[in-house]
Every structure is written in structure tokens, then in C-alpha cells.
């Protein structure tokens, strides 16, 4: 059984910087992709970005492409997502996921994902 927990969201001022964690069991991370995604008060669950199986990061969205950074710790079964010049618009909740069937490559659909975590608030507010 896949178990995802994320840990790091906060209140941030525009242009500051966050690290969320994503600790997981029940897999390994060299063998699963996990990807992050972010839901805005209002609108659908969209992916930000996608870790695979050999830790090469794709899917990074086009919203936070050079500013959000994935990466991950194998020994300590810990994804993380590196966000910096935070702004307005990424406020929301912060998920990440995981399904056995996304080793190599992560969809972009929500719904293609089985295992989720309960999620972590981040808000960007002056």
C-alpha cells in the first residue's frame, strides 16, 4: 500500500521561498514516480512536477518552470519541492502521488493517480 505525507506549507510573502516534503512508504522511491500537484480555491488539481524512477525531473509546469525545482532523498524515502520567487497564484494546497503504474514517466491527469497524500496549505499573501 502506498503511503504519501506531505509537511512544509506555510504563509509566505511574494518573492520568499518554501521546501515542502513528501515522506513516503509502502514503495521505493527509485522504483515509482511521484509527482506534485497543487489545487487553487476554485479550480482543477494541476501537476507541477513529476520525479521518476531514476530521479530525472519532467512535467514541470509551464507556470512555475524555473522557479520550482523537485528533487528527492532515496535513503530517507522523501521527495521534496524546491519553490522560490513564490507568487500570488501558486497559493493552494499541495499535494503529491504516486500509483504502480507510473515508474518511468508521470500523466498529467489527477485522476490517473491512485495514492495521494492529505495535502499541505500554502499561501502566498503580502
Known amino acids: 500500500q502506498f503511503k504519501l505525507v506531505e509537511s512544509g506549507g506555510a504563509l509566505v510573502q511574494p518573492g520568499g521561498s518554501l521546501r515542502l516534503s513528501c515522506v513516503i512508504s509502502g514503495f521505493r522511491l527509485d522504483e515509482y514516480a511521484v509527482a506534485w500537484f497543487r489545487q487553487a480555491p476554485g479550480k482543477e488539481r494541476e501537476e507541477v512536477a513529476c520525479?521518476?524512477?531514476?530521479?530525472?525531473?519532467?512535467n514541470e509546469g509551464d507556470s512555475v518552470k524555473g522557479r520550482f525545482a523537485i528533487s528527492r532523498d532515496v535513503a530517507n524515502h522523501t521527495v521534496y519541492l524546491q519553490m522560490n520567487s513564490l507568487e500570488f497564484e501558486d497559493t493552494g494546497v499541495y499535494y503529491c502521488?504516486?500509483?504502480?503504474?507510473?515508474?518511468?514517466?508521470?500523466?498529467?491527469?489527477?485522476?490517473?493517480?491512485?495514492?495521494w497524500g492529505q495535502g499541505t496549505q500554502v499561501t502566498v499573501s503580502s
Open positions: 502521488a504516486a500509483d504502480e503504474f507510473w515508474t518511468s514517466w508521470c500523466p498529467a491527469k489527477s485522476t490517473d493517480f491512485a495514492s
Open positions: 520525479i521518476n524512477s531514476a530521479g530525472l525531473s519532467l
